[in-house]
């Protein structure tokens, strides 16, 4: 039995929903039935548990297409996604967990400074003289180099301005890196990242061409960012072709931060770390795929594709559980499921709402960062993850539960500042 609701869209289109438990905004349901109204939409949408309101259209969603694709559905961090790895260790074998946290933030650039210019730690090339590492080097030579160049020749437009400096590089906002426990405390690595600035700019770029195209051809749309590229134009191949390399890089990136991890933690623990078990899976993509005997292009945006036996992860907050799960290939939300908790509320929201004491309270028992920059981090601006995971019950099973006791988040530091400043203004004292 299935657990999803019907939204109804209107114009005979519906959005199937799971929401049972859990609270879906009003401004979601809008943006959620505005997209399902689309002419090329297939069949229905669907809509996991961790829905809320994103830029473009709702995270948390599936769009089933029948020869077009929404740049701005799958968003700017092309192939964001998650990647786990359970270690021979058990959690009482590693040791200082502040140093060990350190030695990750050492080993991995995280954060971002200087509005992303020269000397951001977020990326390899923090001095005019550094280069990325060899290894990352050799990567981006052997796996991306010529295919980028490629891409930009045909469209400089998309171009970004760092791409090897951010490979092996974790990000700002909800991306993080974790050291967790399952319930047989054996030690587990979680990230998740995607494809930094490389993405963002495919992204946007061809949201712009499909704004364009839509505007020549004097197509009405119920908000400017659901503009299309139709199949038969250049644009919806080449941007499939840039979708492909942005996934690749967003995947090949979180396999080097497994690596300087595993590498970073040697000499906390006994011996070099061996991987029991993996799991990765994008949760930003765009993907051809057979549903209903049909091929049609499903895109993902926050969503788990959830095969019968898939693996996935579906993690929490920075003080929740985060589960590896198994799918169950439920047919009715195109085999998928949540890729989080998703948020309960947004950042601005979460800064004003909580309180460093607040987010101290609710990491207790984890070494990770406990300033105003990580406010909007703070688990309380997402929804609650075990009711996130019986809404779909249906779309997946419970594998592994992990529980973080380190973590490791970058901050944006204009952004910290601001937080900062508005903090202290509510407080009655004059911004810093």
């Not at 529980?403 to 530091?413: A, E, P, R």
């Amino acid at each position: 039995m299935s657990n999803f609701e019907i939204i109804d869209a209107g114009e005979g289109r519906i959005v199937k929903a799971w929401r049972k438990g859990v609270r879906f905004e009003d401004k979601a349901i809008d943006q959620l039935k505005n997209t399902a109204r689309l002419p090329f939409i297939y069949k229905w949408m669907a809509a996991m548990p961790d829905t809320h309101w994103g830029m473009g259209s709702t995270v948390g969603t599936v769009l089933p297409t029948r020869n077009a694709v929404v740049p701005a559905a799958v968003g700017v961090d092309i192939g964001c996604g998650m990647m786990a790895v359970r270690t021979q260790f058990r959690r009482e074998q590693i040791g200082d967990l502040a140093e060990v946290r350190a030695a990750i933030e050492k080993a991995v650039p995280h954060g971002r400074t200087n509005n992303g210019g020269v000397g951001d730690v977020g990326g390899w090339a923090r001095t005019p003289e550094s280069v990325a590492p060899a290894a990352i080097a050799d990567a981006w030579n052997s796996e991306f180099s010529s295919e980028y160049a490629a891409i930009i020749a045909k469209h400089p437009g998309a171009q970004a301005k760092n791409t090897l400096s951010q490979l092996g590089t974790l990000g700002t906002g909800n991306h993080f890196i974790e050291i967790c426990a399952d319930e047989q405390e054996r030690m587990w690595i979680v990230l998740h990242s995607g494809s930094r600035g490389l993405g963002n700019k495919i992204g946007g770029y061809f949201t712009d061409i499909a704004k364009e195209l839509c505007r020549r051809w004097f197509i009405e749309l119920p908000d400017p960012d659901l503009a299309f590229l139709p199949r038969g134009e250049a644009a919806f191949d080449d941007y499939l072709h840039a979708v492909q390399f942005a996934q690749r890089f967003a995947w090949r990136n979180r396999e080097i931060m497994i690596d300087s991890i595993k590498a970073a933690l040697w000499i906390h623990l006994p011996e070099a770390i061996v991987e029991e078990e993996r799991v990765h899976c994008h949760h930003n993509y765009v993907a051809w795929e057979s549903h209903f005997g049909e091929n049609v292009l499903v895109t993902r945006k926050g969503a788990v594709r959830a095969r019968l036996g898939d693996l996935g992860i579906i993690p929490g907050s920075m003080g929740a559980r985060t589960y590896i799960v198994r799918g169950l290939g439920n047919t009715d939300s195109f085999q998928t499921c949540s890729h989080g908790a998703g948020r309960a509320m947004g950042r601005n929201e979460a800064v004003r709402q909580f309180s460093l004491a607040d987010h101290i309270k609710a990491t207790e028992g984890v070494e990770c960062r406990k300033d105003a920059s990580v406010l909007d981090e703070t688990p309380g601006a997402y929804k609650d993850i075990e009711a996130v995971m019986a809404a779909q019950s249906d779309l997946v099973e419970p594998v592994y539960r992990l529980k973080q006791f380190v973590c490791v988040k970058g901050g944006d530091d204009k952004i910290g500042r601001e937080k900062i400043d508005r903090k202290k203004a509510k407080a009655g004292s004059a911004p810093a």
